[in-house]
């Protein structure tokens, strides 16, 4: 271990606290998915920032969304350090350094699902929809060559989406996980939340790449946009409340991790 790393125990501990708070958010979306398929209220799907307005409601909840942010700030911080510090060895080759540009993107997304968290807190985050993606999206359309911009940040996310599904395929995402005992019965869901995600995230990339293709800003859709279009297409019930399942069959992903994740030696 150099001196630049975070010991391990205090590694274990922010990325068990993280990814609790991870699987916290997509259990939250989740609910919220299924409460809208059941009720016929699916006109936008379903984001980080429902869940958390939803949350402010409850009993507690201004104390629930600061607890929640602190952990996801953890989680954020655990992933720059994997991306910065490199503690499983991705290298320095060409898929060593995408892993680990991956994981500073996700870092930089779960840090601002916190700063959402607080936001919301504080009351300054009080819109719907929470379309990050869209926004960021249709801002990009409007700089110089913003349209190649996003139709490259669309393939991006195709192949994010494909490299989930790989990850199933190919058992990947076992590698640092303890599935012995009780965990290896969620093996089934782990995978089925993971593929799902995988097939959202290909479905946000090509809405993306489209618009950026078509050069029109109108046609972008973020996560929760496409999960509320998948309501109005045939059988678009059970597709959404696919979706909605898998959401949360990814957050049972993240729970088990933060029970049963196999931090590195260094």
């Known amino acids: 271990m150099t001196s630049a790393e975070i010991p391990k125990p205090v590694a274990a501990f922010i990325a068990r606290i993280g990814l609790g708070a991870r699987a916290f958010v997509y259990f939250a979306v989740s609910i919220i998915l299924i409460d809208s398929a059941l009720t ?33 700030f953890l989680y ?13 060895n991705h290298g320095r080759d060409a898929k060593g350094i995408l ?8 870092g ?26 869209a926004e960021t999206a249709r801002w990009l359309m409007k700089q110089p060559y913003g349209r190649w911009m996003v139709l490259l940040a669309g393939v991006a996310l195709i192949a994010i989406g494909c490299a989930q599904i790989w990850r199933v395929k190919s058992d990947q995402w076992q590698t640092r996980i303890d599935l012995s005992g009780w965990a290896a019965r969620t093996k089934p869901v782990i995978e089925f939340g993971i593929a799902g995600r995988g097939i959202l995230f290909m479905m946000v990339g090509g809405f993306i790449a489209f618009a950026g293709a078509s050069a029109d800003a109108s046609d972008v859709k973020g996560l929760a946009q496409t999960i509320g279009w998948i309501r109005y297409q045939p059988f678009g019930f059970w597709l959404f409340l696919v979706a909605a399942l898998s959401v949360g069959a990814y957050g049972v992903y993240s729970a088990v991790q933060s029970a049963r994740y196999k931090i590195p030696d260094s």
């Open 40 to 72: 016929s209220k699916p006109d936008d799907g379903a984001s980080p920032g429902d869940a958390f307005r939803a949350i402010e409601t409850e009993q507690g909840g201004r104390i629930v969304l600061i607890a929640l942010a602190a952990g996801l």
């Open 76 to 88: 954020a911080l655990w992933r720059f350090q994997q991306a910065a510090l490199d503690p499983e």
């Open 99 to 106: 892993s680990r540009i991956g994981m500073a993107m996700s």
């Open 108 to 133: 930089m997304s779960y840090l601002l699902i916190g700063i959402a968290a607080f936001a919301v807190t504080f009351g300054s985050n009080s819109g719907g929809g929470g379309g990050k993606t």
